[in-house]
């Protein structure tokens, strides 16, 4: 289970729910990686644990199927797949880190690397970590 509101030492709970998620800094509209349609909310299940590792999530759109992965510094939905490669790029971890509310989504396998959303065709980008809220998502349930 996922509470936007939790401590740092949280503990993840086994469980596949739908949420939205939003960017901390603008709450009126869904990610929808740049595969996706982008003026519709989109809603994802948020797998715990993830693909890789105990303590990780991975994101899978609801009406896709597919899951949110990073590719070139890039969110896209991709299409689960064994390859090592897909399932580190569609891991991620939540951190509290200077986020009054939500969390920091971190790359399994670029951990100084956070998703940003830059609102430039809406897309995310995985860029390296600063301290801000900018770097916040808030996961809504549904």
């Known amino acids: 289970m996922i509470n936007n509101s939790l401590t740092n030492d949280f503990d993840l709970q086994s469980s596949v729910e739908t949420w939205t998620i939003h960017p901390k800094m603008s709450t009126t509209h869904g990610i929808s990686a740049s595969a996706a349609v982008t003026n519709n909310v989109a809603k ?7 693909l890789i590792g105990k303590e990780t999530v991975s994101i899978r759109n609801n009406g896709t199927e597919k899951y949110l992965r990073h590719s070139g510094w890039i969110m896209h939905l991709g299409q689960w797949t064994s390859d090592d490669l897909f399932q580190h790029d569609a891991t991620f971890h939540l951190a509290k880190e200077n986020c009054a509310e939500g969390f920091v989504i971190k790359s399994e396998n670029f951990p100084s690397k956070a998703l940003k959303f830059l609102g430039i065709d809406n897309n995310i980008q995985v860029i390296t ?5 900018a770097f916040c998502w808030v996961f809504l349930p549904q």
């Not at 994802?44 to 993830?50: A, D, E, L, N, R």
């Not at 970590?129 to 809220?133: A, D, F, G, I, W």
């Open 44 to 50: 994802f299940s948020v797998m715990i644990p993830g």
């Open 129 to 133: 970590y600063e301290p801000s809220e």
